[in-house]
């Protein structure tokens, strides 16, 4: 399947602190998307980077991808307690796949 | 912003109950979705739909479960008989391409079977 897998499973940091999750899937894709959940609550997309594409942007999020490891990171810089949430990313093919997720904390 | 809608947000039912999860999508999407998460796990996908008919279909998705979009609107996931392994979030997800958008997903809605 085109699961991706997130590494590490739980993530605690410091409010300013950078955390740092990382993602690896198993096909080629065309494309690789992150995910945040608040508990309880619905998905929400974040980022999709493009297989031709190896960084981007999107305010304090950095993501990464690698297509040779079949790797991808996603880095949110300056952490704040709102950014409290479980983060997924997902490979398309024709559904979106969603790996076991990163539970971040980040303490005030 | 257009959103993906979900109702009810929370329904209790009895084992063997049928129920009946309700989604309006966003307007202009062509690909709908519905995903399950029991509490603490991971998002499964149960089944995809397009041009009105179901484009894939997962394993957990069997004759109990059933997708219907009745009109122009409405995006219905209904099972007939409730399981107590049933009990879940149910999310609705569409978009507006195949393979290259991102999903837009509603909020949810809780199942308990008791």
């Known amino acids: 399947s085109q699961q991706g897998e997130e590494d590490p499973q739980a993530l605690s940091i410091q409010e300013g602190e950078n955390a740092t999750m990382n993602c690896s899937y198993k096909t080629s894709i065309n494309n690789l998307q992150w995910y945040r959940q608040n508990s309880g609550r619905g998905l929400v997309h974040l980022i999709l980077?493009?297989?031709?594409?190896r960084e981007k942007h999107s305010g304090r999020l950095r993501v990464t991808l690698d297509t040779s490891k079949k790797s991808s990171s996603l880095l949110i810089t300056a952490s704040r307690a709102a950014d409290t949430a479980s983060y997924f990313c997902?490979?398309?093919?024709?559904?979106?796949?969603f790996g076991t997720g990163t539970r971040l904390q980040v303490f005030p | 912003e257009p959103e993906v809608t979900q109702t009810p947000s929370h329904q209790v039912t009895q084992m063997g109950q049928e129920v009946i999860l309700r989604c309006v999508p966003i307007?202009?999407?062509?690909?709908f979705y519905w995903y399950r998460q029991i509490l603490g796990q991971k998002v499964e996908f149960l089944v995809s739909f397009y041009n009105n008919e179901i484009s894939e279909k997962s394993e957990i998705f069997d004759d109990q479960f059933s997708v219907e979009r009745p009109d122009g609107s409405n995006f219905t996931l209904k099972i007939r008989s409730t399981k107590l392994e049933d009990s879940a979030m149910y999310f609705c997800?569409?978009?507006?391409?195949?393979?290259?958008?991102?999903?837009?997903f509603g909020e949810g809605s809780r199942l308990t079977v008791l």
């Open positions: 997800a569409s978009a507006g391409q195949l393979n290259t958008g991102e999903l837009f």
């Open positions: 997902a490979t398309p093919v024709d559904k979106l796949i």
């Open positions: 307007s202009n999407h062509l690909y």
């Open positions: 980077i493009r297989s031709n594409e």
